[in-house]
């Protein structure tokens, strides 16, 4: 071990994100590495998604959520890379020390030349959306019914009402169902499904379970047990229409209304966080606002395929291994002279991600791929990017919609091109992208 370093990365979080971020440093050299997962297995929420749909874009073949896992899970354990279990992390502070706590190890300080956080994300709960009515049991979030269901073997209710289109949500439908249940609707605030088109498709369609837009729950009502559940329309403003209740008699009410990135360490560290994505702001090598600390996956953005999570992670992993390599030599940083071009979401746009690209001086041929997500379902558009005021590319999309992330590479040669010609300016230009509209569906 190096006198001054305990490892050269520590990986929190041992999902998807973090196997994948490992396995790429791996490859890219690194070896004194370990991944801290507080469960007691490696895999995170792919171990609860028993049904298939995973792995179609990265391994080019359908898994299941736990058979997808299991293949990052064999490498790691080909590649002899340390993995803790049963560890939850305290503490991450600028020094890039991690302070953790397991009955196994105890309480200990690791120091690192470098981090990644892959902490994946958290749902949001009943508290957190404050709805009105009594407090009885059988009210779950769709995660946590998910994993009663698929890892306990323990069926949550019989007669439910699910709130939010999310894909959890979605995919319980169809999963209580098929064991029995009676799923007796799916209520979304929004005029629109915040999941997968396809998921509506095979988990509600398919099964013959209404999707009520523009709808939430008013009321619940229950002694000890849930016994109804009431659901209103609401308008424009989010706000419950009089006179529109349909009342449910259930036993159970499951909530899919939103997933938030687990950033307590990221904050707790002083990284500079994004209020569009709730993760941290990054650069276009999953970079954070601290030298040497990197994010990907759940915790800087939430994602609706796993398979982007991956590619996402590979690229914070090999940075994070690049970055090792550079303090290997004379211990000397990354650090080099650059342009730091911020991104904006313009209009019809909930966020851009990364928030920043460093571009070297130097004309670079890489590509930098965007991710981004809009704010309500399109059709027949035009996504139009621009720097400053100079537009660099403009593409029609056909349809897309706020439940699925999309992407855009962006030429980091032309970016140097038109940086150059504006390097007169006192003002940096920033890099936006907008949405164009020609027809809208709300």
Known sequence: MDKNYDYDLIVIGGGPAGLASAIEAYHQGIRKIVILERDKELGGILNQCIHNGFGLHHFKEELTGPEYAN????EIESFEIDYWLNTMVLHVNEQKQVT????????????????????????????AIRIAGDRPAGIYTAGSAQRFLNMEGYLVGKKVVILGSGDIGLIMARRLTLEGANVLAVAELEPFTSGLTRNVVQCLDDFDIPLLLSHTVSKVIGKNRVEQVVLSEVDEHKQIIPNTEKVYDCDTLLLSVGLIPENELTKDAHIEIDPRTKGARVNQDRQTSIEGIFACGNVLHVHDLVDFVSEESALAGKAAADYVASMNKANQTLAQESKTLETLNGEGLAYVLPQIIQLPLKVSKQDVKLYFRVRKVYNNVTLKVSLGDQEIISRKI??????????????????????????????EPVLSLEIVENEVIL
């Open 71 to 74: 293949r990052y899970i064999k």
């Open 100 to 127: 953790l706590i397991s009955p196994e190890k105890g309480y200990q300080t690791l120091k690192a030349k470098s981090i990644i956080l892959a902490m994946g994300c958290r749902e949001r709960t009943a508290g």
């Open 398 to 427: 056909g349809h897309t919609a706020p439940g699925e992330m999309s992407s855009i590479n962006i030429s980091m040669h032309q970016l140097a091109q038109v940086l150059s010609e504006t390097s007169a300016n006192a003002i």
